[in-house]
Each structure stands twice: as structure tokens, then as C-alpha cells.
């Protein structure tokens, strides 16, 4: 079992920006691929970005250029450095993991363990 537990969400004005940090209990995440997903009231869950195990990353166009996705094996640690934000950011953001092999990471069902969220609210 792993837990995920999210942090860094808050409360800024649109153009700002925001750095989400999720922390893993499992030691040597370097073989899961980790992936940042959001979800605005009423919507349904979306993928935002993720990052394989070897290190590549694949934002989600509306975030290209402001989002980026980094990753500390050794803390155990994923990181979303979100920049040029705006109102339709406003979101809860979730990390997740999983150790699959040749699958879409853009797809929720991929992920076998999931942080519980943080609040990210952008004002205009």
C-alpha cells in the first residue's frame, strides 16, 4: 500500500502562482509514474500532467508552458509548479501513482493510489 498525501494548495490571484507538493510513504517511488489530476465543482476528474518513472513528462495542452511536473526519488516526492494561473484553475488537485507498464496515464482507471486532495482556488 502506498499513501499520497497532497499539500501547497491554496488561495491566489489570477497570473500567480502555486506550487503543490505530494509526499509518498512508500519508499523507492522510482519505479511508479505519478500523475496530477483536478477536478472543479461539477465537473468530472481531468488530467493535468504526469511524469513516467523514467523521468518524461506529458502536460495536458491547457497547461503546456505553466504547469510543470518535477519528481525527488530520494524524498519520495512530487511537485506541481503551476504559474500564470487563472479562474478555470480553480480546482481540487490530486496526485496519483501507479506501477503499470504501456498504459495511457491520462486515464484515471491507470492509477492504483490516490492523494486525498488539495484545494486550489484562483481569484480574477
Known amino acids: 500500500q502506498m499513501q499520497l498525501v497532497e499539500s501547497g494548495g491554496g488561495l491566489v490571484q489570477a497570473g500567480g502562482s502555486l506550487r503543490l507538493s505530494c509526499a509518498a510513504s512508500k519508499q523507492n517511488i522510482q519505479s511508479y509514474s505519478l500523475g496530477w489530476f483536478r477536478q472543479a465543482p461539477g465537473k468530472e476528474r481531468e488530467y493535468v500532467t504526469s511524469?513516467?518513472?523514467?523521468?518524461?513528462?506529458w502536460p495536458v495542452d491547457s497547461v503546456k508552458g505553466r504547469f510543470a511536473v518535477s519528481r525527488d526519488n530520494d524524498n519520495n516526492m512530487v511537485f506541481l509548479q503551476m504559474n500564470s494561473l487563472n479562474p478555470d484553475d480553480t480546482a481540487v488537485y490530486y496526485c496519483a501513482a501507479t506501477d503499470l507498464r504501456g498504459i495511457s496515464l491520462g486515464d484515471a482507471r491507470n492509477y492504483q493510489y490516490w492523494g486525498q486532495g488539495t484545494q486550489v482556488t484562483v481569484s480574477s
Open positions: 511524469i513516467t518513472w523514467t523521468g518524461k513528462t
